[in-house]
């Protein structure tokens, strides 16, 4: 059985920093690629970030790029989000989702993704 489990959610103010864990099991964790989408109230679920099987290749959402980092540990099974400069927008229920094969055009859309996570909350106050 598949499992993804987020950490790390929680209530910062602008300009704070939080980070996210999504530890994985019941897969080959290098065998996916890993993602980080998230959802705000009234809002559909929107891409933040995708990692490479080999963490050697990232991609970003317009909206995050240059203040969130995502990374991953194969040794750990465990893939995190790091987010710096956080605003009151970033404010959302973040999941990971795991997507096997390499990076393609579906990396950034939620239905290519095969496992997801049950999601963490961050609020971001001003």
């Known amino acids: 059985q598949v499992q993804l489990v987020e950490s790390g959610g929680g209530s910062v103010q602008a300009g704070g920093s939080l980070r996210l864990s999504c530890a994985a099991s019941?897969?080959?964790?290098?065998?996916?690629?890993m993602g980080w989408f998230r959802q705000a109230p009234g809002k559909e679920r929107e891409f933040v970030a995708v990692?490479?099987?080999?963490?050697?290749?990232?991609f970003y959402a317009d909206s995050v790029k240059g203040r969130f980092t995502i990374s991953r540990d194969n040794t750990k099974n465990t893939v995190y989000l790091q987010m710096n400069s956080l605003k009151p927008e970033d404010t959302a229920v973040y999941y990971c989702?795991?997507?096997?094969?390499?990076?393609?055009?579906?990396?950034?859309?939620?239905?290519?993704?095969?496992?997801w996570g049950q999601g963490t909350q961050v609020t971001v106050s001003s």
């Open positions: 989702a795991a997507r096997r094969g390499p990076l393609n055009s579906g990396s950034y859309t939620t239905p290519s993704y095969d496992y």
């Open positions: 019941g897969l080959v964790f290098n065998n996916y690629s």
């Open positions: 990692i490479s099987r080999t963490g050697g290749i990232t």
